[in-house]
């Protein structure tokens, strides 16, 4: 690698001990490390891949730091000790308020401030994009967030700008700064950083989209962090091979303190080093710096930053920490820590060192350092004195931003349905689907479809002399042809990776309508959905949301897709608040409803029944390009007097057949399609029952515990007077969907367990 170089420091190599040495297998280290500084004439970086000098931190003696001829700026300096000192004393404070149960919860970045800080000093807030871990306070204030701010979030004030009162204290999140809100999991927020950082590669790519995603720059950069504990976990590995295939400015910032909780770095991460595993990533720049010492974090920041910026890929940064306080106050690091290494950190502490740094390079006196902290002190108090009188969310406000209260897809102005004029030859629901996908990406450039298998062909020299694939089911058919591979690709397999990509592209302004292949995997992006997607609006109180479309094939009745591509769980996405959940029968109405939910302000979850993609009895001929069904809004599909069945997706056809059967027996049978699971239309279910006084909710999920149960349940407490029989129930057994086509016909319910239902339900 040819760069201009110069030498800040030379750093012993550690030999025994402390969080830099491995406790595991060790390669041979060279005595001394070297950390270079990119000058303003320098050469393009290239991606460290395997530096052949790697950075040791001692851990026994007080690091060697930085002769003052290498130092920045002295006012430089002074604020960052300033923001340092302050963030130690936010920490200190808080812990206080909570001995005094003045607030409910603490978790402290003590012992982190020095890279934070550095890291802020080279980012610039509003501009660059931000995805920090709780540990963060010291970054968030250099990027701009006041004390009293980081107050209110710790008593849960409702002019807290991180969540409004409705999260933990260090949960950052601040519009002004572009810091998106963060939440509890670990390493959620990585995939979402790399989502937001392609949003502006793609916006590079699709020039329609530059004038359309707000705040974008050519050089932004996105900011996310973790601790290294959070390297263990899946999303993690996803989110650096997305970023590294296509060379994301994505700067991940590892903060290894040696410890997630009680586990030590040996026992997370083989051979004890992350960034030694991940060196080999086409296009990372890696690089490892004390995270302690201010000087030397800056520098390596300033390098990473700038490599991402440059559009040359994304950068990893390994920052070795101390972590001096207990991991929150729910937690007592003398459990599992001993003396003598809590002792070890205590001399590595990066408040004190850089202290002692400035007045020994006379960039401050004793008394100017003092000064420093006798105004931190103030400040801390009196914003603490604030923060403690301010007020409190009204009770009143916690249902409010669980949905868009700019956009209602329930309204009126998504409702053409009636008297909409059709044309051309009936086509199938994936007809009907795939033209609906066409007009809306012409209309709105924000739109970008992915998934796995979705594109016609990835290789797109081979676009013209193959078929294309277009989906599994050919639902995306020719997306790719129409709009090119920018707006329309294929995904890893890696069903966390896509809704959490889309989570951060949507959190920008694109509109992403992307595609899990089956159901059946969609379980390894429900940290995802459940506690991202869906919680974003509410979390922030508004202030940050994800509006995108999940496309997932989904159910049974197919002969031979058994356990794995049978699956019907709707009752654990339709009980998540936030999250549309749309389950058409035919084809003209999953061409409306996807319309619906594309133009929505919301989250949604667009289930297409597999069985119901190319029946010839649901076909419909094609509306016009704007044509709309609201969310909530049932369809009679069979008016009836004696009995109403409640439904939706495959079991409104086997409804329909055995409605007809019964009435050839003289009763005569209602069967209201839902559509729409959430919302879904209770004013449609009470006018037929209150009709017929007789109902059946029939699904093709498990019986117990199913969608269902709730429909069943609000019926016989809301419209208990107006029954003359009990609510009844036709669904899936409780068990799973077998291979064999006879298991799976006793398995699932069939037009002959409807009509039994109905003949049982008339002689009550």
């Not at 650096?240 to 040696?258: M, Q």
């Not at 277009?470 to 069903?495: D, H, M, W, Y």
């Not at 704007?626 to 939706?648: H, N, Q, S």
Request: glycine content about 8%; some cysteine.
């Amino acid at each position: 690698m040819k760069t201009d170089t110069k030498v800040l420091k030379l750093v012993p190599k550690t030999t025994s001990g402390g969080p830099a040495a491995a406790t595991g297998p060790q390669r041979d280290e060279p005595e001394v490390a070297k950390v270079e500084e990119l000058s303003s004439a320098s050469t393009p970086v290239e991606p460290v891949s395997r530096p052949a000098t790697p950075h040791v931190v001692p851990t026994k003696a007080v690091p060697q730091t930085s002769k003052a001829g290498d130092l920045p700026d002295s006012k430089l300096l002074r604020e960052m000790y300033r923001t340092m000192y302050l963030s130690r004393r936010i920490d200190d404070k808080e812990i206080q308020l909570k001995g005094q149960n003045k607030i409910f919860f603490q978790i402290s970045g003590a012992g982190h401030e020095a890279v934070l800080v550095a890291a802020g000093v080279v980012l610039k807030p509003g501009y660059d994009w931000f995805y920090p871990y709780y540990r963060d306070r010291a970054l968030c204030l250099q990027l701009g967030m006041t004390p009293l701010e980081q107050f209110l979030s710790a008593v849960g004030a409702e002019a807290d700008p991180n969540s409004h009162g409705r999260q933990m204290p260090s949960h950052w999140g601040h519009k002004d700064l572009n810091i998106v809100s963060q939440s509890s999991p670990t390493g959620t927020q990585l995939l979402q950083a790399v989502g937001c950082a392609e949003a502006s590669y793609r916006c590079g790519l699709v020039p329609e989209l530059k004038e359309r995603i707000k705040s974008f720059h050519e050089d932004e950069v996105t900011y996310v962090s973790l601790g290294e504990g959070t390297t263990s976990e899946g999303e993690f590995w996803e989110a650096l091979n997305t970023a590294s295939n296509l060379k994301l400015p994505v700067v991940f910032l590892v903060e290894d303190n040696g410890y997630a909780i009680s586990v030590p770095v040996e026992v997370q991460t083989a051979g004890g080093d992350v960034s030694r595993l991940v060196e080999n990533f086409p296009s990372l720049y890696v690089q490892r710096c004390d995270g302690t010492d201010p000087i030397e974090s800056l520098e390596t920041m300033r390098r990473a930053v700038d490599y991402a910026r440059r559009r040359q890929g994304p950068a990893l940064v390994h920052a070795k920490v101390i972590r001096p306080y207990s991991h929150s106050l729910s937690d007592d690091e003398k459990l599992y820590r001993s003396d003598e290494e809590r002792t070890g950190d205590a001399e590595r502490d990066p408040v004190k060192r850089f202290g002692a740094l400035l007045i020994g390079e006379g960039v401050i006196d004793q008394a100017g350092l003092q000064k420093i902290k006798d105004e931190v002190d103030r400040e801390v108090n009196e914003a603490a004195d604030k923060a403690l009188a301010a007020a409190q969310p009204a009770p009143e406000t916690a249902t409010n931003f669980v949905f868009s209260s700019d956009v209602d897809p329930t309204a009126k102005e998504f409702d053409n349905e009636e008297g909409a004029e059709l044309s051309g030859n009936p086509g199938t629901m994936v007809d009907l689907i795939n033209r609906t996908l066409h007009t809306e990406m012409e209309r709105d450039p924000r739109i970008v479809v992915f998934g796995e298998d979705v594109a016609d062909c990835s290789r797109e020299q081979f676009l013209n002399v193959v078929k294309g694939k277009g989906g599994v089911f050919k639902v995306t058919a020719n997306l790719q042809r129409k709009f090119g591979g920018n707006r329309v690709f294929n995904s890893p397999l890696a069903e966390a990776n896509i809704v959490g990509r889309a989570i951060g592209m949507a959190t920008r302004g694109m509109k992403p309508v992307v595609e899990i292949q089956f159901f059946d995997y969609i379980w390894p992006a429900m940290h995802q959905i459940r506690n991202e997607l869906a919680l974003l609006r509410w979390r922030s109180g508004n202030d940050w949301k994800a509006p995108m479309v999940i496309r997932v094939p989904i159910g049974g009745y197919l002969k031979g897709g058994a356990v794995y591509h049978s699956q019907s769980g709707v009752s654990t996405f339709t009980q998540i608040p936030g999250l549309r959940v749309i389950y058409p029968s035919n084809a003209l109405d999953a061409n409306g409803l996807l319309r619906t939910a594309i133009r929505s302000d919301d989250p949604v979850l667009f289930l297409e029944h597999k069985h119901l993609y190319r029946q010839a009895y649901n076909k419909s001929a094609y509306p016009p390009d704007d044509f709309m069904i609201p969310f909530g809004k049932a369809k009679k599909v069979r008016e009836g007097k004696d009995l109403t069945i409640v439904t939706y997706g495959a079991l409104v056809q086997r409804s329909l057949v055995a409605a007809r059967q019964a009435e050839q027996e003289g009763t005569s049978v209602e069967v209201i399609d839902l559509r729409s699971l959430v919302p879904y239309d209770w004013n449609a279910i009470v006018e037929s029952v209150k009709k017929t006084n007789r109902v059946i909710v029939a699904h093709e999920d498990s019986q117990s515990f199913g969608y269902g149960a709730e429909i069943a349940a609000r019926i016989a407490d809301e419209l208990f007077l107006e029954l003359d029989a009990p609510v009844r129930r036709v669904c899936a057994l409780d068990t799973f969907v077998a291979y064999a086509p006879q298991l799976e016909d006793a398995i699932l319910p069939q037009s002959s367990d409807v009509a039994k239902a109905i003949a049982e339900l008339k002689a009550y």
